[in-house]
């Protein structure tokens, strides 16, 4: 286990690839990524290159 604050989380140590990732959104270093589910808590700005499941909205920021 691993904690975070005051709740524990279970270290993942395998990845399941779901067989349909057409939904899946691709997500650059620098993006922001933004639980739907806890828009309000669960979020950051990705230090890494791939992809998130449906879950998450993903913005990345952009100069005008």
Known sequence: WC????????MITT???PLDLTQYKYVRPGDLVINKMKPGKVH?????EGIVSPAYFVYEFTSK
């Open 15 to 17: 990845i399941e690839t």
């Open 44 to 48: 950051g700005v990705s230090d890494f």
């Open 3 to 10: 904690c975070k604050g005051k709740t524990k989380r279970r």
